[in-house]
T-cell receptor, first 110, second 115 residues
Framework: GNSVTQMEGPVTLSEEAFLTINCTYT??????LFWYVQYPGEGLQLLLK?????DKGSNKGFEATYRKETTSFHLEKGSVQVSDSAVYFC?????????FGTGTSLTVIP | DSGVTQTPKHLITATGQRVTLRCSPR?????VYWYQQSLDQGLQFLIQ???????AKGNILERFSAQQFPDLHSELNLSSLELGDSALYFC??????????????FGPGTRLTVL
């Protein structure tokens, strides 16, 4: 069946550090992949998406590339800010269902 | 603003009671999803409706039920509430039921506290 596995948190980084949050998936067919972000006290917001292999999703300085050969969709940002502190969820849409990872909490300290 | 609305924003009730949470999807979206988010369990998928019919079921307890009405709004009913039901309940909507690019848009959530 379909599933998403993402890196355990919490992650703590200093401002301007490089961020990677790993996400791998298991799926039949050709799923779409997403990263969502949840800021404190809010609902989840779509951060970026990719719908086919080798697509790169990007938004607000974050990027993730759909790698079919490694079944991965790692989230990266070159220089994090305090305002990036949030919980990040990797997700997959395949067939009729949507699958979320367990979430990775990121704290960025000044 | 995602366009998904949820009411109420906060709900405080006692064990054994029953509550109803309401969700209005984005205009044009046919699918509604319900999720429970608690500190120790993360984001748990409960149930999905598509155009009025149940499409998928996740970890939804028998004490919980949902429905989607002809105008596409949805309600989640929680009964015989227990302390462990205290959580954030999110509704999300999407244009279709699945397939490529079928991203979900989340509402702001209802925070349920069971005392």
């Amino acid at each position: 069946g379909n599933s998403v596995t993402q890196m355990e948190g919490p992650v703590t980084l200093s401002e301007e550090a490089f961020l990677t949050i790993n996400c791998t998936y298991t799926a039949t067919g050709y799923p779409s992949l997403f990263w969502y972000v949840q800021y404190p006290g809010e609902g989840l917001q779509l951060l970026l998406k990719a719908t086919k292999a080798d697509d790169k999703g990007s938004n607000k300085g974050f990027e993730a590339t759909y790698r079919k050969e490694t079944t991965s969709f790692h989230l990266e940002k070159g220089s994090v800010q305090v305002s990036d502190s949030a919980v990040y969820f990797c997700a997959l849409s395949g067939g009729d269902q949507f699958y979320f990872g367990t979430g990775t909490s990121l704290t960025v300290i000044p | 603003d995602s366009g998904v609305t949820q009411t109420p924003k906060h709900l405080i009730t006692a064990t054994g009671q029953r509550v109803t949470l309401r969700c209005s999807p984005r205009s044009g979206d046919l699918s509604v999803y319900w999720y429970q988010q608690s500190l120790d369990q993360g984001l748990q998928f409960l149930i999905q409706y598509y155009n009025g019919e149940e499409r998928a079921k996740g970890n939804i307890l028998e004490r919980f039920s949902a429905q989607q009405f002809p105008d596409l709004h949805s309600e989640l009913n929680l009964s015989s509430l227990e302390l462990g039901d205290s959580a954030l309940y999110f509704c999300a909507s999407s244009r279709t039921s699945g397939g490529a690019g079928n991203e979900q848009f989340f509402g702001p959530g209802t925070r349920l506290t069971v005392l």
